[in-house]
């Protein structure tokens, strides 16, 4: 098998999450002025995008502790929230588990919406595991860059930024552009609507929990929906 | 509690989910196929209800009125599929909510 070097690999990454990356600033600057709204600390509304990486969350914490939530509701929500990526980690486990030992605990942290999914998509056809590695090191790392100058910059404008600039737009197009290409089959398709309907059906429950139980709603119609053995299975 | 402890515990729980199956690291190699199955559907289901919360329902899941919003959604959606390309879809998406919404 000829191997792909590490740079050409890290730079596929590179290459198919930039798209994302020209959301990802706009994004962050959003949750800058929310959070400067929230009356943080600068320090602590920057601090929470490396450490958190992850922006519904993050919006949601911020506007909580605004609100002077306790700290048990505020930090819950935001975990909720973000209980989706144990749905990519399981997703990636699989391909994970042939990279070094040590390098998966720190690569874990980049394992945003984004960079799991356009990974997923690329290791459909990918199998070599180094190649698969240095992508996703190209596309986890580079990705956040521009989550965290955008949330500098949002912290630092704070209130400048008018609705008329329709940032918030970016966040479904985000996940229209990254959903489109990953229904392949019909089994998919329907995992996708009964995925979308239960998640909004289910609204009355807390902000994330809809949206993971929906999600799993969405998983057990699509397996429910494919027939075995699974048509993929012929060498 | 501190802000930044409410943000390093938010960290460490998101964390924590990041890394749940990863941590079991090798016995993901070899599942049934079935597993293999629901597998796949997770970007699917995962994604659209993520996408069709953020765009019917509200913050704090109240439903959300009609406007530019489903138009955008709608061209983008169509844009993404007939063109596959990631950048077009964003591109008209947004130009479509800052020409009707303005």
């Given at each position: 098998?000829?191997?792909?070097?590490?740079?050409?690999?890290?730079?596929?990454?590179?290459?198919?999450?930039?798209?994302?990356?020209?959301?990802?600033?706009?994004?962050?600057?959003?949750?800058?002025?929310?959070?400067?709204?929230?009356?943080?600390?600068?320090?602590?509304?920057?601090?929470?995008?490396?450490?958190?990486?992850?922006?519904?969350?993050?919006?949601?914490?911020?506007?909580?502790?605004?609100?002077?939530?306790?700290?048990?509701?505020?930090?819950?929500?935001?975990?909720?929230?973000?209980?989706?990526?144990?749905?990519?980690?399981?997703?990636?486990?699989?391909?994970?588990?042939?990279?070094?030992?040590?390098?998966?605990?720190?690569?874990?942290?980049?394992?945003?919406?984004?960079?799991?999914?356009?990974?997923?998509?690329?290791?459909?056809?990918?199998?070599?595991?180094?190649?698969?590695?240095?992508?996703?090191?190209?596309?986890?790392?580079?990705?956040?860059?521009?989550?965290?100058?955008?949330?500098?910059?949002?912290?630092?404008?704070?209130?400048?930024?008018?609705?008329?600039?329709?940032?918030?737009?970016?966040?479904?197009?985000?996940?229209?552009?990254?959903?489109?290409?990953?229904?392949?089959?019909?089994?998919?398709?329907?995992?996708?609507?009964?995925?979308?309907?239960?998640?909004?059906?289910?609204?009355?429950?807390?902000?994330?929990?809809?949206?993971?139980?929906?999600?799993?709603?969405?998983?057990?119609?699509?397996?429910?929906?494919?027939?075995?053995?699974?048509?993929?299975?012929?060498? | 509690?501190?802000?930044?402890?409410?943000?390093?515990?938010?960290?460490?729980?998101?964390?924590?989910?990041?890394?749940?199956?990863?941590?079991?690291?090798?016995?993901?190699?070899?599942?049934?196929?079935?597993?293999?199955?629901?597998?796949?559907m997770i970007p699917p289901a995962a994604l659209s209800a993520i996408a069709a919360t953020s765009l019917l329902l509200t913050n704090d899941n109240s439903l959300r009125g009609l406007d530019e919003w489903h138009v955008a959604a709608v061209v983008a959606g169509v844009?993404?599929?007939?063109?596959?390309?990631?950048?077009?879809?964003?591109?008209?998406?947004?130009?479509?909510?800052?020409?009707?919404?303005?």
């Open positions: 098998m000829p191997t792909v070097s590490r740079r050409t690999a890290a730079f596929a990454g590179v290459r198919k999450i930039s798209p994302f990356m020209v959301i990802a600033g706009p994004f962050g600057l959003i949750y800058g002025v929310t959070a400067t709204e929230a009356g943080v600390s600068n320090f602590t509304a920057i601090a929470a995008s490396f450490l958190i990486m992850g922006g519904a969350a993050q919006i949601a914490l911020m506007e909580l502790i605004g609100d002077g939530s306790s700290w048990a509701v505020a930090v819950a929500t935001a975990i909720v929230i973000n209980l989706r990526f144990m749905l990519y980690s399981a997703s990636v486990a699989a391909a994970f588990a042939d990279f070094p030992a040590l390098l998966r605990y720190p690569l874990a942290h980049g394992l945003t919406d984004q960079a799991s999914i356009v990974s997923l998509q690329e290791w459909q056809t990918q199998k070599d595991p180094r190649y698969r590695l240095w992508f996703f090191i190209g596309a986890s790392i580079v990705f956040a860059t521009p989550w965290w100058i955008g949330t500098i910059i949002g912290v630092l404008l704070g209130g400048e930024i008018g609705p008329s600039w329709q940032l918030p737009f970016a966040v479904p197009t985000t996940f229209i552009a990254l959903l489109v290409p990953s229904i392949r089959n019909r089994p998919m398709l329907i995992a996708a609507i009964i995925g979308a309907g239960a998640a909004v059906g289910l609204a009355f429950l807390p902000s994330g929990l809809n949206i993971i139980i929906g999600a799993l709603a969405g998983i057990t119609a699509g397996t429910i929906a494919t027939p075995l053995p699974a048509a993929e299975a012929a060498p | 509690m501190s802000p930044f402890l409410q943000v390093v515990l938010a960290a460490i729980g998101t964390y924590l989910a990041r890394i749940s199956f990863i941590a079991f690291g090798d016995r993901f190699r070899n599942i049934p196929p079935r597993a293999e199955v629901a597998l796949s844009v993404a599929w007939k063109t596959k390309s990631v950048t077009y879809c964003i591109l008209s998406g947004m130009a479509i909510v800052w020409a009707v919404g303005v």
